[in-house]
């Protein structure tokens, strides 16, 4: 089974690294050179299997080797946004969700300077589901049937409603068409299914799979949101400016750590081991859940931002005239010399 996943991240990967496209074009080889006194920054997660590449920097030295103290701090995912804006934090995990784009309107020197995690060009790690009992009586079968239905959201404004909007689309429907039970994390989501105070949610890894282990959902779609982005590394452009080498080299070992992942997989016994150290999921949860992408290149998906841009002023949660362009927001410059140094993959 471990293998099965090692080979499933590797066509993921491949697929989705054909499906992005850089922003700036790559510099000559070997020009950026490790850090030469140790220096320490803060980066915030909320603990997933779509920060690995981070877990496994970390845990395996390779921030070390860029001269980099790396500390992660949990917080949860709109905050990320005003820690790193206000400079309390260097950089952020998380998406680019309303929150990151009202800032922007703002006038807040935000900018994205490399991928996380993307969704598998496959199966779906943010599945819609809906519970057995209402499967299983034919109540709730499609997409279409979720009209009217108690549907939890992990939060208004968030990634997780861009997304579930992905899977309403396919059935001519929106999220206005549902009653949205929001804000609900997703261990709530699980014990709802469970007392059947809800009927459907998108529902992320792992609890998807766990609450279907425990014979509490079904997957009613698991191919609405193939290859979109899902979390972003941030941090400001002054940032950026002041401490560029620091910058380079903290993607340098991110991507290290990405790399790592793509070659010797989520399963290794080091890599799983680290990967249940920081989210406490067993090795036998990893084996059936759906993973992410983690770019060995961290390339972002700039339609997918754009499309999340979109929705969130669709749906009034950004209030703005004009959407916001990616070369406003997105600075892939240090990513580059960063993919520079280690060579392109």
Do not use: W
């Not at 779509?50 to 921030?63: C, P, R, T």
């Not at 057995?132 to 404004?157: C, E, F, H, M, W």
């Not at 941090?235 to 990405?258: I, R």
């Not at 992942?261 to 680290?274: H, K, M, P, R, V």
Request: glycine share 8%.
């Amino acid at each position: 089974m471990f293998s099965g996943i090692h080979s499933r991240f590797c066509l993921a990967a491949a697929g989705a690294m054909m499906a992005m496209a850089s922003l700036l074009p790559l510099p000559a080889q070997g020009q950026l050179k490790p850090l030469p006194e140790k220096v320490k920054v803060n980066m915030t997660h909320v603990p997933s299997v779509g920060y690995a590449g981070l877990y496994v920097a970390i845990e395996k030295g390779y921030f070390a080797q860029r001269g980099l103290d790396v500390e992660l701090h949990i917080v949860r995912g709109g905050d990320t946004t005003y820690q790193v804006a206000g400079q309390t934090i260097e950089f952020s995990g998380g998406s680019a969700d309303s929150a990151f784009f009202n800032s922007l309107q703002r006038g807040m020197p935000l900018v994205l300077i490399s991928s996380l995690a993307l969704n598998s060009p496959g199966a779906s790690s943010n599945p819609i589901v809906v519970r057995k009992d209402l499967y299983d009586s034919a109540s709730i079968t499609t997409l279409a049937q979720l009209k009217g239905r108690r549907v939890a959201n992990l939060a208004p404004g968030g990634i997780a409603e861009y997304l579930l909007s992905l899977a309403l689309e396919q059935a001519d429907l929106s999220v206005s068409d549902l009653d949205l039970v929001t804000p609900m994390g997703f261990s709530q989501m699980a014990e709802a299914f469970r007392t059947k105070a809800i009927e459907a949610s998108l529902l992320a890894e792992p609890f998807a799979t766990l609450s279907e282990q425990r014979g509490d959902i079904v997957r009613l779609s698991e191919r609405h949101d193939s290859n979109e982005q899902m979390l972003v590394i941030k941090t400001t452009k002054d940032y950026a400016e002041e401490h560029p080498d620091v910058v380079k080299n903290f993607l340098a070992g991110f991507l290290m750590g990405a790399r790592d992942l793509q070659e010797n997989g989520f399963d290794s016994s080091e890599n799983i081991a680290i990967i249940e150290k920081y989210t406490k999921l067993k090795p036998e949860v990893l084996k059936a859940a759906v993973l992410p992408v983690i770019p060995p290149d961290g390339e972002l998906n700039v339609d997918s931002l754009m499309k999340q841009q979109k929705y969130y002023m669709s749906r009034g949660y950004v209030k703005a005239k004009d959407e916001i362009p990616p070369d406003t927001f997105i600075d892939t410059s240090y990513l580059q010399e960063a993919r520079s140094a280690l060579g392109a993959k």
